[in-house]
């Protein structure tokens, strides 16, 4: 997350640097990932955008979509489709700015009732209650509409603009857990932009997405937002966007209900997010020093001081090398740490 100025700007200078990720993904531009100068499967990537989770009477399943010129953008629990054209090419930045801009002030004038039902709350349920859920929605005819339309998104731009999380540990918090109306999480990737122009994404593990994957495009995207022109020096005279149209929906009470049910089961109002301030990359290639086993290694020393004894720790893989792996376990508690664990427990380490 970098603060470049306001959040309509901010969520702005996000989506270019998002699209130009998606142009480059899928032109074949974007160097591959490397293990140790081997180069790992890439295929995963163009899951990022324009990809969603359907639910359907057959039950979930992954959507593929060719449009990339249309956002959806969640705000004030209103979800709404926002054309945007090819971004550079067809529209600006200051385009795009004038466009969130007047669909934030829109919905913040029109604000939902408490009690009136907004989907994303659904996106949250378990399974059983999702499968359900759709399944009603679908035997109504102006959810049809919205749900077919939703899913032609090159992603979703989440706008939680009552929220100001004072650090990057409580951005997190919040993207996750704070405001789960103003999500969809059927959406591949979402950016979640609050009202001081914090910002973080979420990815979805369903479409078939890996934390590799994950983090090296939310890295891209911060990196290319960070280092692109807050205007591309074009007229702001240029026509605006056309206005953005709000999806309506017709949902039950009592789905709502049991959604927010399933919820209250797994969320916890303890810290869950922590920064660790001094450590990151350049401390560990400082010293020479691998992050992941350097990790594993604290991890088990942690656990053996609470403990009072050596855990087993396993760690999950992604199989990236190939093309459609799912994930590997493998086990780091070997004897090799566990010594090493031992002789930096005892009087001698060095």
Request: aromatic share 6%; hydrophobic share 45%; proline share 4%.
């Amino acid at each position: 997350s970098v603060l470049i100025g306001g959040h309509e700007l901010q969520s702005a200078t996000l989506l270019f640097a998002a699209r130009s990720l998606c142009d480059d993904v899928f032109s074949g531009r974007l160097p591959p990932d490397q293990r140790r100068g081997q180069v790992l499967e890439m295929g995963q990537y163009p899951n990022i955008f324009s990809t969603s989770l359907i639910v359907e009477r057959a039950g979930p399943r992954i959507f593929k979509s060719a449009n990339f010129s249309q956002i959806t953008v969640v705000v004030a629990r209103r979800f709404y489709l926002l054309k945007i054209g090819d971004l550079g090419p067809e529209t600006t930045i200051e385009q795009l700015e004038e466009a969130l801009t007047g669909l934030v002030q829109a919905a913040q004038h029109n604000r939902l009732q408490a009690d009136e039902p907004a989907p994303g709350i659904l996106t949250c349920a378990d399974h059983a209650t999702q499968c359900k859920a759709f399944r009603q929605l679908q035997k109504i005819g102006i959810n049809v509409e919205s749900l077919s339309a939703i899913r032609h998104s090159l992603l979703t731009l989440c706008l939680d603009l009552d929220s100001n999380p004072a650090s990057y540990a409580e951005a997190a918090y919040l993207a996750h857990s704070g405001n789960c109306a103003n999500r969809w999480h059927h959406s591949s990737l979402q950016l979640v932009v609050f009202g001081n122009a914090k910002a973080c994404a979420i990815c979805s593990f369903s479409a078939y997405l890996d934390g590799n994957t994950m983090m090296r495009a939310a890295a891209e995207i911060q990196k290319r937002a960070a280092a692109r022109p807050l205007s591309n020096g074009l007229s702001r005279n240029a026509a605006c966007l056309t206005p953005a149209v709000e999806l309506r929906w017709q949902i039950s009470g009592d789905l709502i209900r049991r959604a927010r049910q399933d919820l209250q089961t797994v969320l916890d109002n303890q810290q869950a997010t922590f920064e660790i301030e001094g450590l990151g990359q350049s401390f560990f290639a400082a010293h020479a020093v691998e992050p992941i086993p350097a990790f594993v290694v604290a991890l088990a020393m942690t656990t053996k001081q609470l403990t009072g004894r050596a855990v087993g720790i396993v760690q999950f893989l992604a199989a990236s090398k190939y093309r459609c792996l799912g994930l590997a376990v493998a086990s780091v508690s070997t004897p090799e740490v566990k010594r090493f664990v031992d002789y930096l427990d005892g009087d001698d380490a060095q």
